[in-house]
C-alpha cells in the first residue's frame, strides 16, 4: 500500500469486539468487577477495554497525517516520494502494523468472552462492504493502480483465519513468525526452484496471498502474507496478557486520552470518511487559490 487504503484500519483496525477478563488488583488498587467467566456462553455483544481503544484511535491518528501528507504530495503542494522514501515506507508499515496489531488484540478480548460468530460475522459484513467502496472510489481517481487487495479487504480475510485459529494458545506466536518469513521464503523459492509458478502467484489471481517476486502496482496492497503474522501475534499477545497481565490492559486512562479512545471505537467509520473530506479540502483550498 502506498497511501489510500490505510485504516491499519481495522481491523480494524475497527471497533472489533472487545472483553473483560477476570483480574486481581493488588490491594491499593480498586477493584475491578468480575467479568462473566471466558468461555461460559455465547454473548452478542462485548465489553470493551479503553486502552486497546485508545492504541487503535493512535493509530488513527497517525494515519490521518500521513495521508494528509500525501495527499498534499498528490496535488502538487508539497512533493514526495511515498513510493521509496524510507522515511514515508516505514511509517506505514509501522502504521499497518499497528492496526493489525490492535485487530488481532480485539480479537482475543471477544473470543476470551466467547462472543457470537453472529456478531462476529456483522462486523466482518461491514468491513468486507467498505472494502469494495475502498476498491470502487479508488478506481475513480486511480484506474490504473487502484485497490483491489488493501488493508480492508486483507483484514475481512485475517479476521476469519485468527478468530478460527484463535484456540491455538501459545502456538500462535510460531505461526506468526511463519507468516512474517513466508513471503521472503516464497519469493526465493519463486525465484530460483519453482520459477515456472511466478507468473501465476505474481498474476491478480493469486497476489493477494503475499508469496510474490513482483509486487502489483497499486495505492494500497496488504496481502495475507506477512501481515497476517502481525494479527495473529495481537492475537496471541492479547490472550497472554489476559492470562497474566490484566492489570496493563484495565489500567485507568486520563482524561486527556478520551478523545482517543473515541477514536478508537469509531476507527472504521473514521476511516471510510477522513480521506474524503482530506481531499474535499483541498480541492476547495486549490479552487479558492485558482490552482
Given at each position: 500500500m502506498d497511501t489510500k487504503g490505510l485504516a491499519l484500519h481495522g481491523a480494524d483496525p475497527f471497533r472489533l469486539s472487545e472483553t473483560h477478563a477476570a483480574m486481581a488488583l493488588s490491594p491499593a488498587s480498586s477493584p475491578v468487577p468480575p467479568p462473566p467467566s471466558p468461555r461460559a456462553g455465547a454473548r452478542t455483544e462485548a465489553a470493551r477495554i479503553e486502552a486497546v481503544d485508545a492504541l487503535r484511535g493512535l493509530a488513527m491518528v497517525w494515519m490521518t497525517v500521513f495521508h494528509?501528507?500525501?495527499?498534499?504530495?498528490?496535488?502538487?503542494?508539497?512533493?514526495?516520494?511515498?513510493?521509496?522514501?524510507?522515511?514515508?515506507?516505514?511509517?506505514?508499515?509501522?502504521?499497518?502494523?499497528?492496526?493489525?496489531?490492535c485487530a488481532g488484540l480485539g480479537q482475543a478480548l471477544a473470543w476470551s468472552q466467547n462472543v457470537a460468530w453472529a456478531r462476529f460475522w456483522r462486523r466482518w459484513g461491514q468491513i468486507a462492504f467498505c472494502a469494495l467502496l475502498v476498491s470502487a472510489g479508488s478506481y475513480l481517481m486511480f484506474p490504473n493502480s487502484f485497490i483491489h487487495f488493501g488493508v480492508l479487504h486483507g483484514m475481512a480475510v485475517m479476521l476469519v483465519i485468527v478468530r478460527g485459529t484463535a484456540g491455538w494458545g501459545a502456538g500462535l506466536w510460531l505461526a506468526g513468525a511463519v507468516a512474517l518469513a513466508a513471503p521472503w521464503l516464497g519469493?526465493?523459492?519463486?525465484?530460483?526452484?519453482?520459477?515456472?509458478?511466478?507468473?501465476?502467484?505474481?498474476?491478480?489471481?493469486?497476489?493477494?496471498?503475499?508469496?510474490?517476486?513482483?509486487?502489483?502496482?497499486?495505492?494500497?496492497?496488504?496481502?495475507?502474507?506477512?501481515?497476517?503474522?502481525?494479527?495473529?501475534?495481537?492475537?496471541?499477545?492479547?490472550?497472554?496478557?489476559?492470562?497474566?497481565?490484566?492489570?496493563?490492559?484495565?489500567?485507568g486512562l486520563p482524561r486527556v486520552m478520551r478523545p482517543l479512545v473515541l477514536l478508537g471505537r469509531w476507527s472504521l467509520s473514521y476511516y471510510m470518511l477522513h480521506q474524503p473530506v482530506l481531499i474535499g479540502t483541498l480541492l476547495a483550498v486549490g479552487w479558492l487559490a485558482g490552482r
Amino acid at each position: 500500500m502506498d497511501t489510500k487504503g490505510l485504516a491499519l484500519h481495522g481491523a480494524d483496525p475497527f471497533r472489533l469486539s472487545e472483553t473483560h477478563a477476570a483480574m486481581a488488583l493488588s490491594p491499593a488498587s480498586s477493584p475491578v468487577p468480575p467479568p462473566p467467566s471466558p468461555r461460559a456462553g455465547a454473548r452478542t455483544e462485548a465489553a470493551r477495554i479503553e486502552a486497546v481503544d485508545a492504541l487503535r484511535g493512535l493509530a488513527m491518528v497517525w494515519m490521518t497525517v500521513f495521508h494528509f501528507c500525501f495527499d498534499l504530495s498528490h496535488f502538487g503542494y508539497w512533493p514526495q516520494d511515498f513510493r521509496a522514501d524510507p522515511f514515508w515506507t516505514v511509517q506505514r508499515t509501522a502504521i499497518v502494523s499497528l492496526f493489525l496489531f490492535c485487530a488481532g488484540l480485539g480479537q482475543a478480548l471477544a473470543w476470551s468472552q466467547n462472543v457470537a460468530w453472529a456478531r462476529f460475522w456483522r462486523r466482518w459484513g461491514q468491513i468486507a462492504f467498505c472494502a469494495l467502496l475502498v476498491s470502487a472510489g479508488s478506481y475513480l481517481m486511480f484506474p490504473n493502480s487502484f485497490i483491489h487487495f488493501g488493508v480492508l479487504h486483507g483484514m475481512a480475510v485475517m479476521l476469519v483465519i485468527v478468530r478460527g485459529t484463535a484456540g491455538w494458545g501459545a502456538g500462535l506466536w510460531l505461526a506468526g513468525a511463519v507468516a512474517l518469513a513466508a513471503p521472503w521464503l516464497g519469493a526465493w523459492l519463486l525465484a530460483g526452484p519453482a520459477a515456472a509458478w511466478a507468473p501465476a502467484f505474481n498474476g491478480g489471481a493469486l497476489n493477494w496471498l503475499g508469496v510474490v517476486t513482483r509486487k502489483p502496482f497499486t495505492e494500497d496492497y496488504v496481502p495475507v502474507l506477512p501481515w497476517l503474522g502481525v494479527m495473529w501475534w495481537g492475537m496471541a499477545a492479547g490472550q497472554w496478557a489476559l492470562r497474566h497481565r490484566a492489570g496493563w490492559l484495565y489500567a485507568g486512562l486520563p482524561r486527556v486520552m478520551r478523545p482517543l479512545v473515541l477514536l478508537g471505537r469509531w476507527s472504521l467509520s473514521y476511516y471510510m470518511l477522513h480521506q474524503p473530506v482530506l481531499i474535499g479540502t483541498l480541492l476547495a483550498v486549490g479552487w479558492l487559490a485558482g490552482r
